[in-house]
């Protein structure tokens, strides 16, 4: 299988940075999406930005023109620049990319993975 694994994250005070990275490994052949998302406590699953392998890229609105998502295709990479940050962007912020990959068999199998998380906190 694929995976992916984020770092980056912590706790900065309003109005800082922050750069999430999430590298994908395993037998892949291909990334489709590769997107963030978070989850602040007590409220479900958001995403938050996405980039396709054709550098479009999506995000939500309470974060357009302050995060940027950006992919390194040649090592697997995304990354999620943060900017001017609030405190209502604490949360865990986990990594999913979707592709093929080669399974055990050797045949192409579908992928869509998770990275474990990385909590980031703004005091204010």
């Known amino acids: 299988q694929v995976q992916l694994v984020e770092s980056g994250g912590g706790l900065v005070q309003a109005g800082g940075s922050l750069r999430l990275s999430c590298t994908a490994s395993?037998?892949?052949?291909?990334?489709?999406?590769m997107a963030w998302y978070r989850q602040a406590p007590g409220k479900q699953r958001e995403l938050v930005a996405l980039?396709?392998?054709?550098?479009?890229?999506n995000y939500t609105d309470s974060v357009k023109r302050r995060f940027t998502i950006s992919r390194d295709n040649a090592n697997n990479t995304v990354h999620l620049q943060m900017n001017s940050l609030k405190p209502e962007d604490t949360a865990v912020y986990y990594c999913?990319?979707?592709?093929?990959?080669?399974?055990?068999?050797?045949?192409?199998?579908?992928?869509?993975?998770w990275g474990q998380g990385t909590q980031v906190t703004v005091s204010s």
């Open positions: 999913n990319a979707d592709g093929r990959y080669i399974r055990y068999d050797y045949y192409q199998g579908v992928f869509n993975s």
């Open positions: 395993g037998r892949i052949v291909s990334i489709n999406v």
């Open positions: 980039a396709t392998r054709g550098d479009s890229t």
